[in-house]
């Protein structure tokens, strides 16, 4: 039977729980609110550079590019974005339902050649635990306290690879951030750069709200409208410019996407086990008093019998 001073310890103890994911709670609060400001400044860089493109591919000025190329996919690059750090609910848990369905849909679609590059020590652990997984290491070093220079060196060397035809397409997963109660894990294709948003990432072209394409809808054109832009140094070089960053930009967006759900699945997962430390702390203390109660009966008890 517990006694009394279990309980107390007990109660003691979740109190001291509640206090540390309270204090986590307020630094995931944070750090959220940073990333939603990153996530909302590189989200309108990546869409003036598409403006760009759409402008200039419009005008007829853009030229082709070895990022257009599209080839039959035998080899394909996953990039999967998932948690640095635990406690974050069942945010890495998603991440790698989501890596086998996908990898299962890319082999029965005939692509067997999956080469996996995990992003973050979580997914990373997980995927080494994994029967079957055989997780790649990144083609750079990977920095998650710089995420910029971090993703462009990771979106230079998939370009590079891609370009050298060492894989046919480079597709990422990560979690979409929408809003605090809201984040879907996504599949969007990242190489060949998809002018179109019908040709979105294969699996899950067509339909599928779990793709997304890289770049805006097409307005309508005026046939035979004369170009007005003048482009220098040129076309080539601009077009060698400009796809790289838009590259660059998307997946630098994916990656603090996952960031801020990160963060809002961490606020989730600290207030749902303050609540149960309430509850839990509610409950024992229910018991220590009835306990607390029946002891004094019992010595109140004991005095009156006691002979005059």
């Known amino acids: ?11 003691r103890s979740v109190q001291s729980s509640q206090k540390i994911t309270g204090a986590m709670r307020m630094i995931a609060t944070s750090r959220l609110r940073k990333a939603e400001q990153d996530l909302l400044q590189a989200r309108a860089c990546r869409q003036q550079l598409l ?11 853009l030229p082709g590019s070895p990022w257009l190329e599209e080839r039959r996919a035998e080899r394909v690059a996953l990039v999967v974005f998932a948690a640095e750090e635990g406690m974050c609910g069942a945010f890495n848990i ?3 339902k989501k890596w086998r369905e996908v990898v299962d849909d890319f082999h029965t679609r005939g692509i067997s050649d999956v080469e996996v590059f995990p992003v973050g020590k979580k997914i990373l652990a997980e995927l080494s635990r994994t029967k079957g997984a055989h997780p790649s290491e990144l083609p750079v070093p ?26 046919d397409r480079v597709e990422v997963l990560y979690t ?7 984040q879907t894990v996504r599949l969007r294709c990242l190489l060949p750069f998809m002018p179109d948003p019908e040709t979105s990432g294969l699996p899950g072209s067509g339909n599928d709200p779990s793709s997304e394409p890289l770049s805006l809808p097409h307005p309508e054109a005026a046939p035979g409208r004369p170009a007005d832009y003048i482009l220098e140094p040129g076309a080539e070089e601009v077009a060698a410019t400009l796809y790289p960053m838009i590259i660059r930009a998307a997946l ?10 990160e963060e809002a699945s961490r ?14 702390i509610d409950t024992l ?3 220590y008093n009835k306990l607390r109660q029946q002891s004094i009966t019992e010595e109140l008890s004991d005095i009156f019998s006691l002979p005059l």
């Open 1 to 11: 039977m517990t006694t009394i001073h279990e309980l107390k310890e007990r109660i």
């Open 51 to 61: 403006e760009v493109h759409l402008r200039l591919r419009l005008s007829g000025l």
């Open 94 to 96: 998603n991440v790698g």
């Open 142 to 167: 990977w920095d998650a306290a710089d995420l910029y220079a971090s993703s462009r060196r990771l979106a230079d060397a998939l370009m590079e690879d891609f370009r050298a035809g060492r894989y």
């Open 176 to 182: 979409s951030y929408k809003s605090m109660g809201s």
């Open 252 to 261: 630098f967006e994916m990656c603090l996407s996952g960031k801020a759900s």
């Open 267 to 280: 606020i989730l997962a600290m207030q749902a086990a303050n609540d149960n430390a309430r509850e839990l």
């Open 285 to 287: 203390q229910l018991e």
